[in-house]
């Protein structure tokens, strides 16, 4: 017998005394009237030791801890700035192995940051791709006006023998930006909340296995509505149309 299953019996039977006293202490109650306030201990110690016996506490206490390991794990973190959350998304792309999966809906183009760090990101998801054939990029922007539309022309000459970088086009008509994502292998999600300037903007980050796959869900609903970059381009070229200015 273990030394765990020896400490149970003993706990065990000593329940069983203090509750057999405290039987014994209500028959004789019975006969010879006991103050109440001597019986009020007797009583608490009855139910305690029926208690134990009924819901043993050693193991409701392993079940709760049982229930709480199970439970999934959610890891967040804030960036205050633009510059802190860039600085931490090329740290973790910088480990990513095989995907990343980004939104830039936004009316104002990467280009327009100041912050180094927002445009040390951009440049390094581009050599990140180049670096391995077998890693997937993705992609999806929203052309509202002329200055995304002219960063959309550039970009589009700049990643055409990339081929494992893909962009594709949303339509996005209403004047705020969207929330955007980046989701990294199948592990990490950081979302962008654009300010009130083109220059504010914060973000978080969130580790959940659970989270990941509803954010996975809604950007391939995302990606299955938009355009390849290049088709967007040949159709806007086509069809003559001015984008007014920002």
């Known amino acids: 017998m273990s030394r765990k299953q020896e ?24 006969v010879v009237q006991v103050p109440i306030e001597w019986q009020i201990p007797f009583i608490f110690l009855a ?14 206490v392993r079940q709760v801890r049982s229930l709480s390991s199970n439970q999934p794990q959610i890891q967040f973190k804030h960036y205050p700035t633009n510059s802190d959350f860039y600085s931490e998304i090329q740290q973790i792309v910088k480990g990513a192995q095989y995907r990343l999966a980004v939104t830039y809906i936004r009316r104002t183009p990467p280009s327009n940051f100041a912050a180094l760090e927002a445009k040390g990101y951009f440049k390094y998801v581009l050599e990140w791709a ?16 002329a200055p995304m539309l002219i960063w959309a022309q550039k970009h589009c000459n700049e990643t055409k023998d990339i081929r494992n970088y893909e962009v594709r086009v949303v339509e996005w008509a209403i004047e705020a930006d969207a929330l955007n994502l980046a ?21 978080l980050s969130l580790k959940s296995d659970e989270a990941f796959k509803y954010f996975d869900a809604y950007y391939n609903q995302l990606w299955v509505a938009g355009k390849p970059l290049n088709q967007f381009l040949d159709q806007h070229s086509q069809s003559g149309t001015t984008l007014a200015p920002s």
Do not use: H, W, Y
Not at 187 to 202: K, P
């Open 7 to 30: 400490a149970q019996g003993a706990e065990d039977r000593i329940v069983g005394i203090l509750l057999g006293i405290a039987v014994l202490f209500s028959i004789i109650s019975n």
């Open 130 to 145: 180049k670096n391995s054939p077998s890693r997937s990029v993705r992609r999806i922007i929203c052309v509202p006006d």
């Open 183 to 203: 989701l990294i292998d199948n592990a990490i999600v950081f979302i962008a909340f654009s300010g009130e300037t083109e220059q504010d903007m914060r973000g």
């Open 47 to 60: 139910l305690l030791a029926i208690f134990k016996l009924v819901f043993p506490i050693g193991e409701l």
